[in-house]
Nanobody
């Protein structure tokens, strides 16, 4: 059974940094892409960043390019989201997702809350 467990959220001032972690278990993820999504209050969930597990190829939404970095650690089966230069508009619940490349994301974590104060 696939499990995704996020950690690392919290309260930070604008301009600060946080690193989110997503510990993945239950299978090998070589054929998967892993992603971070976020959902702010009263907003729809939006894509933040993704990484192909095997190749390390990454993609980002425009609003986080140059500030956020997604990466993975094969040995720890963990995906990270390094968030720098945080802004109040980055405040949201961040969730980790996994899906076979070319298909929908079908595994989701519970989410971790990030609050950026101005």
């Amino acid at each position: 059974q696939v499990q995704l467990v996020e950690s690392g959220g919290g309260l930070v001032q604008a301009g600060g940094s946080l690193r989110l972690s997503c510990a993945a278990s239950g299978r090998t993820f070589n054929s998967y892409r892993m992603a971070w999504f976020r959902q702010a209050p009263e907003n729809e969930r939006e894509f933040v960043a993704a990484i192909r597990w095997q190749t390390g190829t990454t993609s980002y939404t425009d609003s986080v390019k140059g500030r956020f970095t997604i990466s993975r650690d094969d040995a720890k089966n963990t995906v990270y989201l390094q968030m720098n230069s945080l802004k109040p508009e980055d405040t949201a619940v961040y969730s980790c997702a996994a899906g076979v490349i070319g298909k929908d994301y079908n595994y989701w974590g519970q989410g971790t809350r990030v609050t950026v104060s101005s």
